[in-house]
Every structure is written in C-alpha cells, then in structure tokens.
C-alpha cells in the first residue's frame, strides 16, 4: 500500500506540469486554432527566466582575497553580490536563497512581453493557413529559441536551488502509520503540485468568473458571432496567447529545482504535453488537466521496478520478449493508453465534437 | 542488320587490352598512395569529431579547445604546453614530420549516425589522416568501426565503455581514457574504508553500452569486497525527471545508491536524490549513501552543492601536481581563462600521442603508427607512467579516486582528490570476460588506399 501511495505521489508532480503545459496549448488551440509547438519552449523560457534572476541578483563586483590562490596560483579574484552589501548579509543572502520563488515576479511580465510578440509577430500570419503550416511554423521556431538560449547559456544544465526550507523531503509514511522512510515526499515537489492547483483554479476562475473570460469562452465556442457583435475578440485571444505564455513560463520557473534549466527540457515535455492535450480532447481545458495528471501518474506507476518484476515473476516470462517489455514499460505506457483511449473514445476523454475534425 | 565478327586471336587480343586498360587506374593509385590520405603537401589534416550541439556539447567543445591548443604547440606556436614534460622527446614544434598540422572539425551531435558521417566526410572530402573525439561510447564505437574500414587512425577520446577496447575493439583505434572496469576496481576500495563491507546497493544505470559495462563492472567490484546486490534498475537516457525511480530505493532495504549515469543524466538524477533527502536518511543502521562512478567537473559544475562528499573515479583531474599536469593547466587557463576538464586533457594528450608516434615511425602509414604506438611506454603527460597496451589498444595508467568538496574556494575545485589508485590495481587480462574473453581481437590493420 505505501508503494501505491509513493508512486502516486511521485505522479502528481510530473502530472502537475503536463497539466500546466497542455492547459496553455489548450488555450491557444481553442482561442486561436493555433497547433503551438513553440509551447515547450515557452516552458523551457520560464525556466531560464528563473536563471536570469537569479544572475540578476547574484551581479557582484570583485575583490582580490591575498590569502587565497587562483587555479593559476595567483591571488583568488572572489565575487561580491551587491544585494549582500545593499541589504546586509543575512537579508542579502536570503533574497538569493529565494531566487526561484521570487522570480515568478520577474517571470510574469517577460512571458507575457514574449507570448504577445510571438503571436503578434509570427503566428497571427499564420491563422488561416492549414494546420501542417502551423506546426512547421512553431516547430522551427521552437528549434530558434532554444538554439538562442543555448548560445547564451552553454548545453550544460544550470542548478537553480529551492530556498534551503524547502530541502529535504516530508516522511508522509509516519502520517499515515507505515514505517519511516516508506512513503517520503519531497517538499518542493508538495510545493509544485501545491503551486500548479493554484495556477489551474486561477485560469479557470478567470475564465469563468470574469467578464473578459466569459466573452473568451463564448468566442471558443462561435467566434464569428462573437466578432459580430462588435466585440474586438482577436484582442481578446492575443491576450490569452500571452496568459498561457505565462502559465508555461511559471510551470518552468517552479520546475527548476526539480529538473535543473537545460535547453532542451522544452522539447522533452513538448511531445508528451501534445499526447496529453489529444487524450484529454482537443480544446478541452478540464479534459486537459485531468489527461495531464493521468498520465503523470500512470507513468510513474509504470517506472516502479519492483511491481514489474513481480510480474514478470509471477507469470513466469523471465528472460522472455515479454520480461523486456514489460521491464521497459514506462518508456511506452504514455503512447498505449493513448492508443487505448484513441481507439475507445475518439475524441479524447472530454473532447467536443467538430474540433479538428473538418 | 549487321553482325559482329571477330575471331579468337582477335577476342584474346581485344580482352587483353581492355584488362590493361581497367587496371591501369588501379596500378597508378597503388603506387601512388600506400595509404589512405597520405599527407603530400606541405601540410597534414586532422579531424577533430566532437559534439557540439547536443546533450554532450560542453564536453565537446572543451575537447575542441584542448584539440586547437595541441595543434598550436604541435605547429610551435604558444608556450609548448606538455611536449616539454612529454617523456618521449620527438616532438619539436615544427608540425608532424615537418609537414605544418591543420585541421577540420565536426559536430557529431552525440549520434552514432552523424558522428560516422562526419569522420566519412573528414576522410573522403577534407583528407584527414586521423579521426579523433567522441563524448559517447556508442559514438567512439561507431566511429571507431568506420576508421577501421576506411584505413585511417581513430585516437578515442571520451568513451568509458569497457566495449570500445573490449569485445568491440579495433586494431586502427586507441583509447588513452580510462575505462568502467577501472572505475570498479579503483572505487570497490574506497568505499569499503569508507563506508564499510556491509553495505546494500541499488544501481540505476543508463540504458546503453556504457552504463550496462559501468553497472556490471561496479557491481562485481563491489560485491568482491562483500556488498550485496538489491537491484539493478534500467533508465531511459534523457528521462529528465528520475523521482519515479529514485522513490522506491529508501523502502528496498538498499543503503547505497549507485548512479550510473553520465551527463545532464547524472545531474538530474543525483540533485532529484539530494532531494528526497536520501543522504539524511538512516537505513539499516547506517547513513544512505551516493557514489558516482564517472565523474567530470562539468557534470560537477552541474550538480552544483549536490555533489558534496559524492564519491567518484576521473581520468585527470587540473588540481594534479605533476609538471605535466601544471604546464597543460598553464597553457589551457592562460588561453581560455579556466582550468581544463579531463575530457580536454584527453583529447591534448591523444594528439600528441599520435604526433609523436607518427614521428617515431616517420611515415603516416596507419600501420607504421599502430606499430609504434603498440606497447608504447610513456610519462609526463599527466597521470604518471602509462603503457599503450598492444593486445587491445588500451592505455593504463593510475586512476584518480575523487569526492565532491564540502567547502569549494571556488567553481572549478568542485572536486578533491582522494586517492591515486596504482595501475597494477586497476589491470586485467586482455581476454577478461569483461572485455570480449578470449573471442575479442583487434584484427588486421588497414592502411586503406
């Protein structure tokens, strides 16, 4: 039973950020009918948002310390952050420590600048054009920025710490009367899942409690006679464009102590987001949420090594095909209940009949 | 209509021509060329086949940088770096056999396929005479295959497998790094004085040639000196998030947890450990443990404060205190302003290698190099004494023993040395099971052309 409950656990996070990036590409897709692969890499954009900051705040001027040697044995050039001289040491200190937090603050105005500039710039030209074009389109320009982001901060990955009370992880087991250490959770993660509820009842409140959502919705549903009654909706979705910029940019910011910033973490979720947007239903947002957290944990059931092989005992199939695959299940279970439900249900989970099927 | 006639004298005549005529071209290259690319010019080309877009692109481009500044010694431009430590005194600063070394450059992109057609290219289009690079055993493997067919030398640079000079070895390739056999053998002591005999390991290995090698080879070091086995856990190269696997090693009884893992693999999987809290954990009695096998120092410089007290093997490392370790560190930090990885310390010493074997078998015939390199016994360019062991191309030297630093002065001294682990502990038999057994052999040398 603790093994089901840390798996389980172990689900939510990742499905916490597989919800936040379909959940963007579902706005995009049904506000605008745009297929955004860029979408990965808006996630990968808030995570070096978060480095930035973090850069920002470390600016430092030099200090030679006598005492100490350099790698060329000459006096050691050592890096002073002027938010430690600004505001003290222990206040200085701590504003570094909560780097990534904070640059949610930093995040939000930058991923909005860049989703309007993106749909403005590039994509709105590309509205009444088919589909394919579409994702060429933000295929290649996903390939653009990251290349950009990689010239700028190497192909290494970049630590970006959680703040030092977040370390370490809470032992749910002893909450729950198993033994110690049987069901440990870290706390950012707790944090994460925490973080991405907030983010996902605060879009669909916003679009379900606010006169500007209502009239996105409506525009979802008919955009034509929306803009018929004189609404300027295409301001409207330019706007929601930039809102699900944010909300793959804040996924990748929080993201950032659990998988440190690298180029190409866009292009890892990107795939799987897209499975989970066509499982939950083209332009469904619950549908989305719900195939996001799915999936998430589906796949860290499927990691678990010893159900595997107990299964693989049980049915005595050691050292068969079916021992390999079973083994490497977690690799595939994404793409088989895709297909699973594909086959059962056409439309995804909550998907609505007539998106994307002229 | 009309019908051809020719009579038998005429058709033994005809054919004899005609055999002459097709042999002719063949009979010209011969004498031409005794082997593929031989240099005529004033000058000599190298191909210098690294990853530099990719996961692998940092290790890629630092063995570039120490390619470019063994190019500038080997020309006799720059302070000289290591060919004045260099015991074999060859080498003048005058190019290869007087010819001025130049040189191409590819990205591989840590794939097997482009890697290949990269070094095809290097070889057909450019000219080079050896191919040398790779920051991936599959990589080094393939691309090691290719140099062997088309009859050119192949000095591996990156590869960690116990494959690349075990059963996949080749008698045009050569491998100055260290292996994952060597990792075990040097490691298994270290963590038994440190850590204890009783001790139960889970491994997580990444599920390619050099993990599998990586796994089996710290796995039977580690059970010699009485440590059990719970699990051996295969992952996805790339998986990025590790939680589901990491999540079920507290509960398994396991208190070490063994991550064979290189790259930006290694960094996600050791931070996302720390994070679980792993090593504040108490399991049967005793505190968990991490331990590393391959380390670099820009994995280290990844994994950021996660790497504390980490235990792990490297090939080099820039803190060594040998003159030819500090005069490399000199040439490399002056140049580029940081110390050298031990990936660039690898990719210097390879060319030199190379150079001065060339040298001391004046000609570039592949074959007169793989001579000369076979057995060759050499000091100065690093880690000690070394032998290019002539059974399968594998270079042996003492292994460095390292550990993430509790309290770095700066980025680059991530690491500390702990031990210098002595050649005759890490040695095995060229026919080790390990390795290929007794089915495993170098082959014939191709000279191409």
Request: hydrophobic share 45%.
């Amino acid at each position: 039973m603790d093994q089901i409950i840390l798996q389980f656990l172990n689900g939510l996070d990742k499905g916490s950020a597989y919800a936040l990036i379909a959940l963007g590409l579902t706005l995009i897709f049904g506000t605008l009918g745009v297929v955004n692969f860029a979408h990965g890499a808006l996630f990968m954009i808030g995570a070096f948002c978060a480095v930035t900051f973090g850069r920002i705040i470390n600016v430092s001027h030099e200090i030679v310390d006598e005492t100490k040697l350099d790698f060329l044995g000459r006096p050691l050039k050592v890096q002073v952050p002027y938010v430690k001289e600004w505001f003290g040491d222990v206040a200085g200190s701590a504003i570094i420590d909560w780097t990534v937090p904070i640059s949610i603050v930093f995040a939000i105005p930058v991923m909005l600048a860049i989703g309007i500039a993106m749909e403005r710039g590039l994509i709105k030209h590309f509205y009444k054009r088919p589909h394919a074009d579409q994702i060429l389109v933000t295929f290649g320009l996903a390939i653009v920025l990251q290349e950009i982001v990689k010239a700028f901060y190497g192909a290494n990955p970049i630590p970006t710490p959680s703040p030092a009370h977040f370390a370490g992880s809470l032992d749910f087991g002893l909450m729950l009367g198993f033994d110690a250490n049987a069901v440990i959770y870290p706390y950012w993660r707790l944090i994460y899942f925490l973080f991405s509820s907030v983010i996902i009842g605060g879009v669909f409140a916003f679009l379900q409690f606010t006169t500007f959502g209502m009239v996105v919705r409506a525009g979802m549903a008919d955009r034509e006679t929306v803009g018929l009654l004189g609404i300027d909706i295409d301001r409207r979705f330019t706007t929601m464009f930039g809102i699900a910029a944010i909300v793959a940019g804040l996924a990748g910011v929080m993201y950032t102590p659990i998988l440190s910033p690298n180029y190409h973490m866009g292009m890892d979720f990107l795939v799987l987001s897209f499975v989970v947007v066509v499982v939950g239903g083209m332009g469904s947002l619950p549908g989305a949420v719900a195939a996001g957290f799915l999936l998430g944990i589906l796949q860290s059931f499927a990691s678990n090594s010893s159900y595997k092989a107990a299964i693989v005992d049980a049915l005595s199939l050691k050292d068969t095909f079916l021992d390999t695959f079973i083994m490497g299940l977690d690799q595939i279970i994404i793409y088989l209940v895709a297909i699973v439900i594909l086959l059962t249900r056409p439309r995804g989970l909550l998907g609505r009949k007539g998106v994307m099927e002229e | 209509m009309s019908k051809l006639h020719m009579s038998r004298r005429g058709l033994i005549k005809t054919g004899a021509i005609g055999g002459a005529g097709l042999a002719l071209p063949t009979i010209f290259t011969s004498s031409a060329s005794a082997f593929t690319n031989e240099p005529t010019g004033s000058n000599v080309v190298l191909g210098f086949n690294v990853p530099q877009t990719g996961a692998y692109a940092e290790e890629g481009l630092d063995e570039l940088r120490a390619y470019q500044l063994a190019v500038e010694h080997l020309n006799g431009e720059g302070d000289g770096g290591m060919l004045s430590t260099f015991s074999s005194k060859t080498l003048q600063g005058n190019g290869i056999l007087g010819k001025r070394v130049d040189y191409v450059t590819g990205d591989t992109q840590t794939k097997s396929d482009v890697a290949r057609a990269q070094a095809q290219s290097m070889i057909q289009k450019d000219g080079a005479v050896m191919i040398t690079g790779g920051s991936s055993s599959g990589v080094a493997v393939a691309v090691q295959g290719l140099c062997q067919e088309a009859g050119v030398i192949f000095m591996a640079c990156l590869t960690h497998s116990n494959d690349t000079t075990g059963k996949d070895r080749k008698k045009n390739g050569f491998r100055y790094f260290f292996n994952a056999y060597m990792s075990g053998q040097a490691l298994a002591p270290v963590l038994l004085n440190a850590y204890g005999g009783d001790r139960q390991a889970y491994h997580l290995t990444a599920d390619y040639t050099w993990g599998w090698t990586q796994q089996a080879s710290i796995q039977a070091a580690t059970e010699a000196v009485g440590w059990g086995t719970v699990a051996n856990v295969l992952t996805p190269v790339g998986a990025g998030d590790f939680s589901s696997y990491i999540a079920p090693v507290l509960n398994s009884g396991a208190d070490v947890l063994v991550l064979n893992h290189y790259g930006a693999d290694m960094v996600n999987s050791l931070t996302q450990a720390i994070q679980f809290g792993l090593r504040d954990k108490q399991v049967n009695g005793k505190n968990f443990e991490i331990v590393v096998p391959l380390y670099s120092e820009l994995m280290a410089k990844g994994a950021g404060a996660n790497i504390k007290g980490v235990y792990g093997s490297m090939n080099w490392n820039w803190q060594l205190q040998d003159a030819g370790t500090q005069a490399f560190v000199k040439s490399f930090g002056e140049k580029y302003g940081f110390p050298p990885s031990n990936s660039a310390q690898t990719a210097y010493a390879q060319t030199l290698l190379y150079a001065d074997a060339v040298t001391r078998a004046g000609s570039f015939n592949p074959c007169a190099v793989v001579e000369a390199l076979e057995g060759f016994e050499f000091d100065g360019l690093g880690v000690g004494p070394t032998l290019y062991r002539a059974e399968d191309h594998q270079c042996f030297k003492d292994v460095l023993v390292v550990r993430g630093a509790e309290n770095p002065t700066t980025e680059y001294d991530t690491l500390e040395i702990v031990e210098k682990t002595p050649v005759e502990q890490v040695m095995y038999a060229p026919d080790h099971e390990m390795f290929g057994g007794a089915e495993a052999t170098l082959g014939e040398c191709n000279p191409g052309a």
